[in-house]
């Protein structure tokens, strides 16, 4: 995904479209091989008065397990990035937040690629009261109670509480 930017840089055009659909699904993100699907990576850089601007947009389909319960979550994820691109013969700009230094050409890939994967949550629940798994039987609690007493070992806090409140006996 290398594009050349001489030629905006000359002015031949003033923009470059880009739509590339990669295979990711060898990149690991939090342990997983999320991206079974190709994502898409769409967008353009263009010359706003010798400044190169580069607009995407990211549409990954995400296929993680929930952090409770271990079911399968499919979902869709959509990253909106807006960089400016230095040219590393300027030497002025700083690169930092939302900024690159490229050559001849930028790496496309690169950036968008690790921009997609420093959006990506770290934890991924089926719904946000997912009940998850009994640890005593591993029953799902999103089915209903299995009967198992779990009181006092919720917490590692529980213990703890347990000697403070002999020690006062
Ligand atoms: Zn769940
Ligand atoms: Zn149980």
Do not use: W
Request: with cysteine; aromatic share 8%.
């Amino acid at each position: 995904m290398n594009v050349s930017l001489k030629e905006l840089r000359s002015g031949v055009c003033s923009h470059i479209d880009f739509d590339y659909t990669i295979d990711l699904s060898k990149e690991e993100v939090n342990f997983e091989f999320p991206f079974e699907k190709p994502v898409r990576f769409f967008g353009s850089i263009s010359d706003m008065a010798g400044v190169l601007n580069l607009t995407a947009d990211i549409d990954a389909q995400v296929f993680s397990k929930c952090a409770r319960c271990g079911k399968p979550v499919e979902y869709q994820k959509q990253v909106q990035v807006d960089f400016v691109l230095v040219s590393e013969n300027d030497g002025t700009a700083d690169e930092g937040d939302g900024v690159f230094t490229v050559g001849d050409e930028v790496d496309l890939a690169e950036i968008l690629v690790s921009e997609l994967i420093l959006n990506m949550d770290m934890i991924t629940l089926c719904s946000e009261d997912c009940k998850g798994l009994c640890f005593k039987c591993g029953a799902d609690l999103n089915l209903g109670e299995c009967g198992c007493d779990r009181s006092g070992k919720i917490s590692p806090f529980a213990d703890l509480a347990k000697l403070f409140a002999d020690d006062n006996n």
